[in-house]
């Protein structure tokens, strides 16, 4: 039932010599990376700040949790289906990366060592080289979070793309699923189509 990995193969060369592989891939790359950034600096600077400050952490730690109890992504994909295309799917991968992100930075941030902090009041450094400091220190916890949140990105881009969108590869994937074309004979959409 399954397809030889030959024929797979040579349906990739098809479909790139066609240009249909790289429109849908660009498609569902462009539709990842804005939201992708959005999310991943909006949860880094919020769990730097819950890390750091005990307010920031008590004022968002309630909504941090509601984040986190939010099933899994095709409920978050499917919340935003009712919005412009491109809104839908920032919102939906930032409700899925955003909590991952703002616990990664935050409980690293709890763990920076305190005595670099002192070290800055006693050489009496500007509030912004304290954040960069803290910035630096915190290189390997955005390193992580964003490791952890890529798989993310692109299984809830898919969903959405699965959900509601003309093209992308989550488009494809479904048309193929629905016309029980599992070994891809059946050519994707062309690269002029909407």
Do not use: Y
Request: aromatic fraction near 6%; glycine fraction near 10%.
């Amino acid at each position: 039932m399954l397809p030889d990995p030959q024929s797979v193969a040579l349906l990739v060369v098809s479909e790139a010599q066609s240009g249909a592989l790289a429109f849908n891939l660009g498609i569902t790359l462009r539709g990842s990376r804005f939201s992708f950034t959005l999310a991943m600096a909006l949860g880094s600077v919020i769990g730097l700040l819950m890390g750091r400050f005990r307010a920031a952490d008590s004022i968002g730690d309630p909504w941090l949790v509601v984040l986190l109890n939010l099933r899994a992504g095709h409920h978050r994909a499917g919340l935003c289906v009712g919005r412009p295309d491109r809104n839908r799917r920032i919102a939906a991968v930032a409700l899925n990366k955003l909590p991952i992100a703002m616990v990664t930075v935050r409980e690293g941030a709890r763990s920076l060592d305190r005595g670099l902090d002192e070290m800055a009041k006693v050489f009496r450094m500007s509030a912004w080289h304290k954040f960069a400091m803290s910035c630096c220190r915190s290189l390997p916890l955005l390193a992580a979070a964003a490791r952890s949140g890529l798989s993310l990105v692109w299984k809830i881009v898919l969903i959405v793309e699965l959900l509601g969108r003309p093209n992308g590869v989550g488009f494809e994937i479904g048309t193929a699923f629905q016309l029980f074309d599992v070994t891809g004979s059946s050519p994707m959409l062309s690269p002029s189509s909407p």
